[in-house]
């Protein structure tokens, strides 16, 4: 069993910039991608970003250019650095895990997921 607790949001002007993180305990060894996630008021839940145990990333490609997927092995971390912000980036924001051995651009693969942090941009 994995666990996992986002942090970072908040409420920021247009052009602002944000560091999410999200902290993953219990069987962390097993994990082989990490992924963000958000979901608008209203909107389906899209990807964001994935990343494997060897930092290899993947983005989805109409965020790629402000959206950064980073994490921290030894201290079991995931982030999020989000820059430029725009009020369409208004959101709840969810990491997820994927045990298996698949491709971490298998969106539909992620099994275990937070319970998000509001990012609100205000223009």
């Known amino acids: 069993q994995v666990q996992l607790v986002e942090n970072g949001g908040g409420s920021v002007h247009t052009g602002g910039s944000l560091r999410l993180s999200c902290a993953a305990y219990?069987?962390?060894?097993?994990?082989?991608?990490m992924a963000w996630f958000r979901q608008g008021t209203g909107k389906e839940r899209e990807a964001i970003a994935a990343?494997?145990?060897?930092?290899?990333?993947t983005y989805v490609e109409h965020v790629k250019d402000r959206f950064t997927i980073s994490q921290d092995i030894t201290a079991n971390t995931l982030y999020l650095q989000i820059d430029s912000l725009k009020p369409e980036d208004t959101g709840m924001y969810y990491c997820?895990?994927?045990?298996?051995?698949?491709?971490?651009?298998?969106?539909?693969?992620?099994?275990?997921w937070g319970q998000g942090t509001q990012v609100t941009v205000s223009s």
């Open positions: 990343i494997d145990r060897d930092d290899l990333t």
């Open positions: 997820a895990t994927y045990l298996g051995g698949g491709y971490c651009r298998d969106w539909n693969n992620y099994e275990t």
């Open positions: 219990g069987f962390t060894a097993m994990i082989n991608c």
